[in-house]
């Protein structure tokens, strides 16, 4: 069954300025989805339309539900977590507390000191610099904390905004090695959106390539990655 | 001896500049707005619980009451005042503030008048002898609520869900609200506390200088000295710095011939001054890093 599914959905800032024209996308249960295309072709809008973080009409639908009117944190509340661009962290609370923050909806206490533990067996570096202001951790350390947050939530789906973004070459195969690990460990789906079309096309089975705020081509990871033509074209050789 | 009464009196004081400064760091912290009705809010609440005393009921009760009261009008001005501004110009929303300052200072005075009204205490009035130090038990009073309300928002920020949220909003609202906080609900919280806060604030002045329309305008200086001497977003700072402000405008009229009763409010102005000129940020307060 289809998790999220997106049909004509259009967005724009509260400026005015159009950034998506008609998007359809549909993302499968379990399933990774790379979001790709050049810079300013709507990946991070997308996803910014899905959280509600842009003005946006057309359909999104999560798990059956309508989602296009609720506000942020509703749809957050449905299952959704989204890993900014730029990691969205938490600066001025300790390293914990950002965690905490990601749970803090749970009722389920015991389940989520299990889902602690779970977070920093994936992220060893972070067990040391729990009590640290999250603000002092460095770049990678942060993208992890970001991630671990949005796990703490227990979503069903995980939209992943570059989390390579300023990683050096070492933390991002780190970071990425934790991530493809997550759809078993997590039983949820991602949605990532990568600079780095091999990195991203490497961990997910479906694909989708955005050129101007449309969907330019979708098919199997597999597919596209073999696809000279298409490499040429929109992934950058 | 006399100096030790001076700093025994300037606590009593400074304890109520803290709690209004408290208020100011509150709304400072969720929402980035430096509300200079805070005290306007809380003289209103203050003519609220002086109707209810007059009416017969306990002081404690009508102190307690207009508090209790005081929440929905935070977050009512939270909702529907400042709200619409949100994201504008720092100014607009200080014009704002102080519009909403000049207005409440109006309405007070059409429903209630400007003549001084004698305000009852909380506490008993007695004077306990320490060794030479006078010390009303009110002094003592305002400063054990200080601290019980210092306590209270300690356990409630560092060891609650809901303080961990609020926390969390001030600190960045769209990551709160992709984590699924209610951001607006939190933000209308945090108004209403700190509308509380100034309320009692009022209440635990109103003794010492009457209930009067515009009795927290020079407490609002003292408060906003010390918010700013502590760093905006720091509770503990605001306390300790509205504290000091307390004790160094005592001792300064004291024994600074040139400034005797007068020239007090001047005090804090230039404790202010001279801390922000070496630490813009406060001395509790952390620096603004804006990254690009």
């Known amino acids: ?237 | 001896m006399g100096a030790l009464q001076q700093v025994v009196d300037g606590l009593s004081a400074g304890s109520i500049y803290a709690a209004l400064a408290l208020a100011l760091v509150l709304v400072h912290r969720a929402t980035g707005v430096v509300n200079f009705a805070q005290g306007e809010m809380g003289v209103l609440m203050a003519y609220v619980a002086w109707s209810l005393t007059s009416a017969g009921v306990p002081v404690l009760v009508a102190v307690l009451a207009a508090m209790a009261l005081s929440f929905p009008l935070g977050v009512a001005t939270e909702r529907f005042l400042i709200r619409r501004f949100h994201g504008q110009d720092g100014l607009v929303i200080v014009v704002v503030t102080v519009g909403l300052l000049i207005l409440l200072n109006g309405i007070v005075g059409a429903i209630w008048g400007y003549v001084s009204k004698p305000f009852p205490s909380l506490f008993p009035n007695e004077v306990i002898r320490l060794g030479g130090v006078a010390v009303t038990v009110e002094q003592i009073g305002n400063l054990v609520v200080l601290l019980a309300v210092v306590a209270g928002l300690q356990i409630i920020f560092l060891r609650t869900r809901f303080g961990l949220s609020l926390r969390a909003v001030a600190d960045n609202r769209e990551s709160s609200a992709l984590s699924g906080l209610a951001v607006n609900r939190l933000l209308m919280a945090g108004w209403g506390m700190a509308a509380a806060l100034g309320t009692l604030a009022a209440c635990l002045i109103a003794p010492k200088i009457f209930l009067d329309p515009s009795m927290m305008n020079a407490v609002l200086v003292y408060s906003l000295a010390a918010a700013v001497l502590g760093g905006l977003d720091s509770p503990v700072g605001a306390v300790v710095a509205a504290l000091v402000i307390g004790v160094a405008e005592n001792i300064a009229g004291a024994y600074i011939d040139i400034i005797g009763t007068d020239l007090k409010i001047a005090v804090p102005l230039l404790l202010m001054v001279v801390v922000l000129l070496g630490r813009p940020q406060g001395i509790f307060g952390r620096r603004e890093v804006v990254r690009v």
């Open chain 1, 1 to 237: 069954m289809s998790l999220l599914e997106l049909r004509g959905v259009h967005a724009s800032y509260s400026d005015g300025g159009q950034v998506l024209h008609g998007v359809d996308l549909t993302v499968q249960e379990g399933g990774v989805t790379a979001l790709l295309g050049a810079n300013g072709a709507g990946k991070t809008s997308t996803l910014r339309a899905v959280s509600g973080m842009l003005r946006r009409g057309g359909s999104l639908r999560f798990d059956g539900r309508e989602i296009t009117s609720l506000r942020t944190d509703e749809i957050a509340r449905l299952g959704i977590a989204h890993v900014p661009q730029g990691r969205g962290t938490l600066t001025g609370l300790s390293a914990l507390d950002n965690l905490r923050v990601g749970s803090a909806r749970r009722r389920d206490r015991r389940e989520v000191e299990r889902d602690l533990e779970r977070c920093l067996n994936l992220f060893p570096r972070l067990r040391q610099r729990l009590g640290s202001t999250a603000g002092n951790l460095s770049g990678g350390e942060q993208q992890m904390l970001a991630i671990a947050r949005a796990l703490m939530s227990r979503p069903r789906l995980l939209l992943l905004d570059e989390p390579s973004l300023g990683l050096a070459p070492k933390i991002t195969v780190e970071v990425f090695e934790a991530i493809a690990g997550l759809r078993a460990e997590w039983s949820l789906a991602i949605v990532i959106v990568e600079q780095n079309a091999d990195l991203a096309l490497g961990m997910a089975q479906q694909a989708v390539v955005l050129e101007s705020g449309r969907v330019a081509i979708a098919g199997t990871a597999a597919a596209l990655a073999g696809n000279d033509d298409v490499r040429q074209a929109y992934l950058g050789g």
